[in-house]
């Protein structure tokens, strides 16, 4: 119903399908029939989206924004038979950029991981309403966008700090921790969203989670040496 609705994931899953370009149709900027203009979400989420396929080796003129309203009837087909040629003009996806069909597979998949990351590094600047259009031409760079790849923030439980509170795996939105009673908890990476809770809940006086920024994480601690064993308090008789 609104082109705000068009998430960055979409876009990649129609790429990672084999689509060759991908088209959004919104409705006129300032037109908005409601009040959330989510047109110009649409337009700072595809002008993000086409810096990252810069950054991955793809043509960003793949991806294709326009605004129109539904008496455009004439102009909507003209822009449409325009990105046709565009799109066959640059060839099927990939081989048009000379990238192996693995390779491209691989990069896709990863950024597409990625997303509930780069959405909430980049929430400010896509909830941004500029009333100058050319404004939009510069609001992400391919610098900034090396950079939010290079330094992917990621979070790692140190086993020896752990105290098994359960307090992070309760507040989880991804439930990609695992753990228990006495465990020691493990955050699962293919998982992790990268949202911070577990870094934020976890209490100062344990101190378990570490955020590590664009190096390894460390390997989970082996299943068979999660358990936690107390010394019993000692009582008086
Ligand atoms: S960063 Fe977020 S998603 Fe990842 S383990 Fe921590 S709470 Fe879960
Ligand atoms: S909140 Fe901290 S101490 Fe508690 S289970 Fe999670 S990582 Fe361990």
Redesign the pocket.
Known sequence: MCSGRVDLEFVLRAFSNGMDGVFIGGCRLNECNYTTQGNYYALSMALLCKKIMEHIGLNPERLRIEFMSSADGILFAEIVNDFRKKVQELGPLGKGEGIEENELESKLQEVTKLVPYIKLTKREKLALHLDNIEEYNKLYTSDEIEELFREVVS?YIDPAKCQACMI?LR????E??VGGKNLIHV?DQDK????????EACPPRFGAVTKISGEPVPPPIPEEERTIVRKAKKTNS
């Open positions: 979070y992070c507040r989880c939105p991804a990609a921790i955050i992790c969203i990268k949202c911070g809770t577990c870094f």
